[in-house]
C-alpha cells in the first residue's frame, strides 16, 4: 500500500521559514514526478511546486516563486518543501502528490496524494 506522509509543519511568524519533507512508502518515486499543493480554509485546492524525477527544472506557483524550493532525494523517497520568508497568505494545509509517471501531471492529476500538514504563519 502506497502512502504518502508529510511532516514539518507548525506556526511560524511571518517572514520566517519552514522545511517540509514527505516520505513515499510502499513504493518507490525515484521516477516519478511529485508535487506540493495547498488549501486554505474556504479555498479550493491550489499548486504550489512540482519536481521531476531527475529534480531538474522544477515549477512553482507565481505565488511562491522566489520564496519556496522543491527538492528530493530518491534515496529516501523524499521530497520537500523549503519555505521563506512566509507570509499569513501562505496559512494552508499542504499535501505532497506523486504520479505514477515522470511527466510532471497537469493541474492536480496525480495519482497519490498525502494526507496534509498544518502550516499557519501569523502575522
Known amino acids: 500500500q502506497v502512502q504518502l506522509v508529510e511532516s514539518g509543519g507548525g506556526l511560524v511568524q511571518a517572514g520566517g521559514s519552514l522545511r517540509l519533507s514527505c516520505t513515499a512508502s510502499?513504493?518507490?518515486?525515484?521516477?516519478?514526478?511529485m508535487g506540493w499543493f495547498r488549501q486554505a480554509p474556504g479555498k479550493e485546492r491550489e499548486f504550489v511546486a512540482a519536481?521531476?524525477?531527475?529534480?531538474?527544472?522544477?515549477y512553482y506557483a507565481d505565488s511562491v516563486k522566489g520564496r519556496f524550493t522543491i527538492s528530493r532525494d530518491n534515496a529516501k523517497n523524499t521530497v520537500y518543501l523549503q519555505m521563506n520568508s512566509l507570509t499569513p497568505e501562505d496559512t494552508a494545509v499542504y499535501s505532497c502528490?506523486?504520479?505514477?509517471?515522470?511527466?510532471?501531471?497537469?493541474?492536480?492529476?496525480?495519482?497519490?496524494w498525502g494526507q496534509g500538514t498544518q502550516v499557519t504563519v501569523s502575522s
Open positions: 502528490a506523486a504520479s505514477k509517471g515522470w511527466l510532471i501531471p497537469p493541474r492536480d492529476e496525480y495519482d497519490y
Open positions: 510502499g513504493r518507490t518515486f525515484s521516477r516519478n514526478a
Open positions: 519536481i521531476r524525477w531527475s529534480g531538474g527544472s522544477p
